[in-house]
């Protein structure tokens, strides 16, 4: 059986058994998250962005994002391992330092970087969660954030510094924040895969949720696109 057999196989298992948890972070705060202190000012004019982070299977994540104002594109794929083990067969072996990211792509002058990162810890995965998100473990589910310049290292550490300090989890963030060295798209069938299989258990259990409370506690940030 194929490891992407075998998660949707392990999903319906655990939905019969009632064990599904759905991986939400906001869930999971103590208290509600703030904007961040240090970030990026919006550009004046449009300008196109990009940022890379993990947090779990990249299904929910991709799928948070595509409905956030001003991101442009979503893509589902890999980062942290070598070009030649970026496919989803040896990435879900866990031994490949690769980890299931989201490439966005954003406009500047709609969205800062410092307001993506509050969704992404706020409700696209929970970032106390060590090697793990939901129901998947493994290194390959990460919490990490891949920066491309010392202005993203600086909001993104910044920032998970304050978080951290004023106790937002009840446990410390785990997430990683590492330079990013390449970004390798993922099959055609992982992309859009939360839009395309709605009524999949998985991503029911696992994804939906993390869009509703997109829309929940972002109203200004979300889009219906």
């Known amino acids: 059986m194929s490891s992407f057999s075998a998660r949707c196989s392990a ?10 948890i759905a991986c939400n972070a906001g869930e999971r705060a103590a208290v509600p998250i703030p904007p961040p202190a240090v970030d990026a000012a919006l550009a004046s004019a449009k300008s196109q962005q990009t940022a890379v982070i993990s947090g779990g299977c990249f299904w929910g994540v991709q799928a948070v994002f595509q409905h956030v104002k001003g991101v ?4 589902s794929g890999y980062s942290g391992g070598a070009a030649n083990t970026a496919e989803y067969e040896r990435v879900s072996n866990g031994d490949t330092g690769h980890a299931e990211s989201v490439k966005i792509v954003y406009d500047s002058s709609r969205i800062t970087y410092g307001q993506l990162l509050r969704v992404f810890f706020s409700v696209a995965h929970d970032p106390t969660e060590l090697n793990r998100q939901g129901p998947d473990t493994g290194s ?18 910044a920032y998970i510094a304050q978080l951290d300090q004023a106790k937002v989890f009840p446990r410390p963030i785990v997430t990683q924040v590492v330079p990013l060295k390449a970004f390798y798209p993922a099959e055609a ?20 949720p993390k869009v509703a409370h997109l829309r929940q506690e972002f109203p200004d940030l979300y889009t219906g696109k």
Do not use: C, W
């Open 140 to 157: 390959q589910y990460r919490s990490s954030i891949f920066y491309a310049s010392d202005e993203q290292k600086r909001v993104a550490e």
């Open 189 to 208: 069938y992982h992309q859009d895969y939360a839009a395309l299989h709605p009524d999949n258990p998985y991503i029911v259990y696992n994804d939906a």
């Open 11 to 20: 999903l319906l298992l655990m939905v019969t058994l009632g064990a599904v």
């Open 72 to 75: 442009i594109s979503a893509t």
